[in-house]
C-alpha cells in the first residue's frame, strides 16, 4: 500500500461513495464471472502470495496473474492457481504499463466484474464468504461501477493494526464492473492512480482490506528500503517507520478469512474400522477439503486392528493411551477429546463423532458463524436409537452404517435447511478457536452425579459452566446438518 495526501482527490472522481452494509446483502441467483487481479515480483518466499491467491481461489472464477520478473518461487506459486499468466520486466516505475497488460488479459476473459488485490493483501472474512460476489450482485442492480475498500494495516505482528494519522483513513476502489471502457491513466512513476478509467460511480464498503505489508519489523525496514531507493523523500517516506504518533487497537480474529486459518476436525475412534471409513468418506465427499482443513482421528486405546488399517491406508492419526485403561470408558473418552483439543494444530478446532454423516457446505455453514463469543454446533438428524434433544430431529436414515441412506438424508437436508442459528442445542459437532478451548480447561473428566441423584453431562459442564463465564455463548447453525446413527462404535 502507498500512502498518499491526494487520496480525496482519487476519490472525487466518484459520483457517491456512500457505504454499504456488506451483511445486510442478500445472495441472488444472478450469475457473476469475478476475475482476480495480481501483479507481483518476489512475494513467494514471504508468504504473501500463496495467501493472497489462496484467498481469491475461494470467490474468484478466474485469477489473472502477472509477474515482474521475480527471482524467487512467486512464479511457480502461481501457476498452482491460474494459467492466465504474463511475465514483465523488473520496472517498478513502469507499474502502470504491466497493469495495463494485465487488465487486456483479465477482459479477454469476459468478466462481469474484476477484483484487484496486491499479493500482501487479503479481503476479511466476510468478503471471503460471499461478501465480495454480493457487491457484484449489489453493483449490478443499482448501477454501481466500484466499490472501495478500507486498509487496516498490521504493525509488526498480526495482532494489531495502526489508528494514527492516516494509517485507517486509506479507501481504494478494489472492485471494478466491466463497463467496457475500463483502460489505465498509463504513467511513468510513483503514487499514480491504480485503478482504471471507466468507472463513474463508487461506494465505500465495510469489507476490510487486511494489509500485511508492515506485518513485521522486517518488512516495515524493506518498505521503507525499496521506496528510498525508488526516489520517495519526505514525509511520505519518514512516516512509514516514524513511530512517535503510534496509536495500535487489536486486530478482530473473527476478521481474518477461513482461507488463512487453520481447522483441525477431530474424530475419536478406537476399535471399528468400519465407522471409520464411513464418516472419513462422508467427510471427504461432503467437504470443499483445502490444505487448511484436516481431518484426524484420535485412536483412544485403539485395536491392532484399527491402527494396522490407519497405517496402511495412510489415514491421518494421532495415538492416545490412557494411564489407566480401566478407568470408566466416559472419563476416558473425556481425556481423549482433550488430548486431541490441546494437541491439535489447528487455530480452530471442530469434533465430530465417528458414527455421524456430512451434508454439503455443513463446514462453510458452520464456520460463517463462528465468532470469539461462540462456540457452534451443528444440527443434528437422529436415528432414533436414543431420544434427540434441543433442536434435534428424529428420523431414521440407518441405525448402522452399512444401513445408512445417504441419497435420502441429503434430499431430507434439502428440505430442511435453513441460514439461521439458535441458541442452545446439542453439544456436538461443535465449532470453537483453540486458543478459547485450551483457556477453558477442555472437557471436565466424565460426567457429574448431584447431590438429587440427577446427572450433569461434562459437555453441558464445559458450554455453561466453563466457556458461558468466559463470554462465549453456544448457538447452534441451522444450515449446518449432520446425520448421528447413535451409538455408532458402542452398538458394532
Known amino acids: 500500500m502507498i500512502f498518499k495526501k491526494t487520496a480525496k482527490k482519487c476519490l472525487s472522481f466518484y459520483k457517491d461513495i456512500k457505504k454499504i452494509n456488506t451483511s445486510s446483502l442478500k445472495s441472488t441467483t444472478e450469475s457473476v464471472k469475478l476475475v482476480g487481479f495480481v501483479k507481483c515480483f518476489n512475494?513467494?518466499?514471504?508468504?504473501?502470495?500463496?495467501?493472497?491467491?489462496?484467498?481469491?481461489?475461494?470467490?474468484?472464477?478466474?485469477?489473472?496473474?502477472?509477474?515482474d520478473s521475480s527471482s524467487d518461487d512467486s512464479l511457480s506459486i502461481a501457476e498452482k492457481?491460474?494459467?492466465?499468466?504474463?511475465?514483465?520486466?523488473?520496472?517498478?516505475?513502469?507499474?502502470?504499463?504491466?497493469?495495463?497488460?494485465?487488465?487486456?488479459?483479465?477482459?479477454?476473459?469476459?468478466?462481469?466484474?474484476?477484483?484487484?488485490?496486491?499479493?500482501?493483501?487479503?479481503f476479511d472474512r466476510q468478503g471471503e464468504l460471499c461478501g465480495i460476489r454480493k457487491l457484484c450482485q449489489y453493483g449490478n442492480q443499482h448501477n454501481i461501477d466500484s466499490f472501495s475498500f478500507l486498509y487496516y494495516n498490521l504493525w509488526k505482528d498480526t495482532k494489531s493494526f495502526r489508528t494514527d494519522e492516516l494509517w485507517l483513513k486509506n479507501w481504494q476502489p478494489k472492485l471494478w464492473k466491466n463497463t467496457g471502457s475500463l483502460k489505465f491513466d498509463v504513467k511513468e512513476g510513483l503514487h499514480h492512480r491504480q485503478?482504471?478509467?471507466?468507472?463513474?460511480?463508487?461506494?465505500?464498503?465495510?469489507?476490510?482490506?487486511?494489509h500485511y505489508g508492515f506485518a513485521t519489523e522486517e518488512r516495515v525496514n524493506k518498505k521503507y528500503s525499496n521506496y528510498q531507493s525508488l526516489g520517495q523523500t519526505g514525509w511520505s517516506l519518514e512516516r512509514i517507520k516514524d513511530e512517535k504518533t503510534l496509536k495500535l487497537k487489536q486486530f478482530p480474529k473473527d476478521s481474518f478469512p477461513l482461507s488463512t486459518l487453520?481447522?483441525?476436525?477431530?474424530?475419536?475412534?478406537?476399535?471399528?474400522?468400519?465407522?471409520?471409513?464411513?464418516?472419513?468418506?462422508?467427510?471427504?465427499?461432503?467437504?470443499?477439503?483445502h490444505d487448511n482443513v484436516q481431518f484426524c482421528f484420535i485412536a483412544n486405546d485403539p485395536t491392532d486392528k484399527i491402527l494396522d488399517h490407519f497405517d496402511k491406508n495412510n489415514i491421518t492419526y494421532k495415538l492416545f493411551r490412557n494411564d489407566d485403561p480401566q478407568e470408566f470408558y466416559l472419563n476416558r473418552v473425556y481425556r481423549a477429546w482433550n488430548f486431541g483439543g490441546f494437541e491439535s494444530e489447528g487455530?480452530?478446532?471442530?469434533?465430530?463423532?465417528?458414527?455421524?454423516?456430512?451434508?454439503?457446505?455443513?463446514?462453510?455453514?458452520?464456520?460463517?458463524?463462528?465468532?470469539?463469543?461462540?462456540?457452534?454446533?451443528?444440527?443434528?438428524?437422529?436415528?432414533?436409537?436414543?431420544?434427540?434433544g434441543k433442536y434435534g430431529i428424529e428420523r431414521n436414515f440407518g441405525q448402522t452404517y452399512s444401513e445408512f441412506n445417504d441419497h435420502s438424508f441429503q434430499n431430507f437436508v434439502n428440505t430442511i435447511s435453513k441460514s439461521e442459528i439458535k441458541e442452545g442445542g446439542l453439544f456436538m459437532p461443535c465449532a470453537i478457536y483453540k486458543d478459547s478451548f485450551v483457556k477453558?480447561?477442555?472437557?471436565?473428566?466424565?460426567?457429574?452425579?448431584?447431590?438429587?441423584?440427577?446427572?450433569?453431562p461434562g459437555d453441558k459442564i464445559l458450554f455453561y459452566e466453563k466457556l458461558l463465564p468466559m463470554g462465549i455463548k453456544h448457538y447452534t447453525v441451522f444450515d449446518s446438518l449432520i446425520y448421528h446413527i447413535q451409538e455408532g462404535e458402542m452398538d458394532s
Open 81 to 122: 492457481y491460474t494459467k492466465h499468466i504474463i511475465v514483465m520486466p523488473d520496472e517498478f516505475k513502469k507499474e502502470l504499463y504491466h497493469k495495463q497488460k494485465l487488465l487486456e488479459l483479465a477482459l479477454s476473459l469476459n468478466p462481469d466484474w474484476i477484483v484487484s488485490l496486491d499479493p500482501d493483501e487479503i
Open 43 to 67: 512475494e513467494g518466499k514471504t508468504g504473501n502470495l500463496e495467501r493472497c491467491l489462496k484467498h481469491l481461489s475461494r470467490f474468484c472464477d478466474d485469477i489473472v496473474f502477472c509477474d
Open 440 to 456: 477453558s480447561g477442555g472437557y471436565p473428566i466424565g460426567n457429574r452425579i448431584e447431590k438429587n441423584g440427577n446427572i450433569t
Open 195 to 210: 485503478y482504471p478509467l471507466g468507472l463513474k460511480i463508487d461506494r465505500r464498503t465495510d469489507i476490510k482490506i487486511i
Open 262 to 289: 487453520k481447522i483441525s476436525v477431530i474424530c475419536l475412534i478406537y476399535k471399528s474400522i468400519g465407522y471409520a471409513d464411513f464418516v472419513l468418506n462422508s467427510f471427504n465427499k461432503y467437504t470443499n477439503l
Open 347 to 388: 487455530d480452530i478446532i471442530i469434533f465430530v463423532n465417528s458414527d455421524m454423516a456430512f451434508s454439503k457446505n455443513w463446514l462453510e455453514n458452520l464456520l460463517k458463524n463462528l465468532r470469539e463469543d461462540r462456540i457452534v454446533t451443528c444440527r443434528l438428524i437422529e436415528s432414533g436409537k436414543l431420544r434427540s
